[in-house]
């Protein structure tokens, strides 16, 4: 059971954040059926992903449940977004949170319906599909929640700072997507040092982005600017660090 909703935990991190192309994302906002049509393609993206990762191929019930009620979610999203705007980003945050538990409210009741219609949980002959693979499912979504999830999660609560900045005429130019990538790269370097026990790389992590914005930040009037990646900075150490810690402690308990 526990290796299951790992894989289809996966697949949904797959489909929902690294599958789903600014394209897509920004189509599902636009009106009428050419909005509905990428609803309907991100869906299938989904449904195809679960099927994969789940790997028993008659089955078609949990891949059709999840098609159908993440694509209804979205569309109560799109819904919510485009009629009722979050005013502030604890709103965005929340919104973003109960969006992602509710999906995964929806895989865990796509097996326990499936159990209810056939009497089993749905297994599989693939080999990934073993048990003793928990160590590696475990691994592989504790880097892609600290990719892209944790981007969108700091991004939305961060966005009055950045706006604050950018409205700011001292505000300085930086390239398209740099931070980001930062980001996922520090994030990723941060995951690494806590499954490999060396807990003092994180801190070497730290000084050394310091040291490389020291010369940017210096001056009294980059204050706001010092603040912002101090911000940006500690909350990606401090999501690298949860998860990482989550990880580990998982691997002991269940693999």
């Known amino acids: 059971m526990i290796n299951l909703f790992l894989r289809l935990f996966s697949a949904h991190l797959l489909a929902d954040f690294f599958l789903q192309f600014d394209a897509i994302n920004n189509g599902k906002y636009r009106a009428g059926l050419p909005g509905f049509a990428f609803l309907l393609l991100h869906g299938i993206i989904h449904a195809l992903a679960t099927y994969l990762l789940l790997a028993q191929w008659d089955n078609w019930f949990i891949p059709l449940f999840i098609f159908i009620t993440h694509t209804l979610t979205d569309y109560a999203k799109v819904l919510y977004t485009t009629r009722c705007q979050p005013q502030s980003d604890r709103h965005a945050v929340a919104s973003f949170l109960f969006d992602q538990l509710l999906h995964a409210s929806f895989l865990l009741l796509s097996v326990g319906c499936y159990y209810w219609l056939w009497g089993q949980i749905p297994c599989s002959n693939a080999l990934y599909a073993d048990s003793t693979f928990n160590r590696y499912w475990l691994i592989a979504i504790a880097y892609m929640l600290i990719m892209k999830p944790s981007g969108i999660l700091i991004a939305l609560f961060t966005q009055r700072w950045r706006n604050a900045l950018q409205q700011s005429a001292s505000a300085p130019s930086s390239l398209a997507q740099a931070g980001a990538w930062i980001g996922y790269c520090e994030r990723a370097i941060a995951l690494s040092f806590i499954l490999m026990n060396c807990l003092q790389g994180i801190g070497f992590l730290l000084a050394a982005k310091s040291i490389f914005r ?12 010092t603040e912002y990646v101090l911000l940006g900075s500690l909350n990606s150490m401090a999501i690298a660090t949860i998860v990482g810690v989550a990880t580990k402690e998982l691997i002991t308990n269940i693999c």
């Open 214 to 225: 020291f010369g940017d930040l210096k001056d009294g009037r980059e204050t706001q600017m």
